[in-house]
């Protein structure tokens, strides 16, 4: 069964501290790995997508790596501030699939403290 | 939220009545998407559409849902009669190439009591 898990489910840091979040997905064929930041109150906002061939992608202080053998990904945010609270979805989009064959994980929702 | 308008933001209705969501794509695109997000179950795929054409609705959960894309700019999705589980965010999603990332709307908060 084509599976996202994410962990931690939950998680609270001090503002410019860093921090992994993790996701491990049972897809099978792989096209490619999302993840979206989500605001409390708006919808997810894509923050980068990565196809097989590649294992690390970056966006500001945001850095997705993806290892396609162990079928893992991980978001590392660096520096966190206060506006990085929100959760991240982590989607994985099945090859060969329709358009709407995202599988979606149910998030980590980060809370960045002062 | 750039690009994809939602209406109402927020919805509460009791339960047995009609309810009508809607989504305005503002930009161009080919598919548009409608997903439902709960706690417990997060986001899900209800239905997508290309060039307006339904083309997977296996997502919808009962016949009470239905939805319509009459013409590009526009779409709704409709849940009649509403129940207290049908409670949940819905979101409108579009995008305009196969594969590309999908630009999501602000979401319907909707409460059945």
């Known amino acids: 069964k084509n599976q996202v898990e994410q962990s931690p489910q939950s998680l609270i840091i001090l503002e410019g501290k860093n921090c992994t979040l993790q996701?491990?997905?049972?897809?099978?064929?792989?096209?490619?790995l999302r993840w979206y930041k989500q605001d409390t109150g708006r919808g997810p906002v894509s923050l980068t997508i990565m196809t097989f061939s590649e294992n690390t992608k970056s966006n500001g202080r945001y850095t997705a790596t993806l290892d396609a053998d162990t079928k893992q990904s991980s978001l590392h945010i660096t520096a966190s501030q206060l506006s990085d609270s929100a959760s991240y979805i982590c989607v994985v989009s099945v090859y060969g699939g329709s358009q709407g064959n995202l599988i979606f994980g149910k998030g980590t929702k980060l809370s960045v403290k002062p | 939220d750039a690009g994809v308008i939602q209406s109402p933001r927020h919805e509460v209705t009791e339960m047995g009545q009609e309810v009508t969501l809607r989504c305005k794509p503002i930009?161009?695109?080919?598919?548009l998407f409608w997903y439902r997000q709960t706690m417990m179950r997060g986001l899900e795929l209800l239905i997508y559409f290309n060039n307006n054409v339904p083309i997977d609705d296996s997502g919808m959960p009962e016949d009470r849902f239905s939805a319509k894309m009459p013409n590009a700019s526009f779409s709704t999705l409709k849940i009649q009669p509403s129940e207290p589980r049908d409670s949940a965010v819905y979101f409108c999603a579009i995008t305009g190439l196969a594969g590309a990332e999908q630009y999501f709307g602000p979401g319907t908060r909707l409460t059945v009591t």
């Open positions: 930009s161009g695109h080919d598919y």
């Open positions: 996701c491990n997905y049972t897809v099978s064929p792989f096209s490619n």
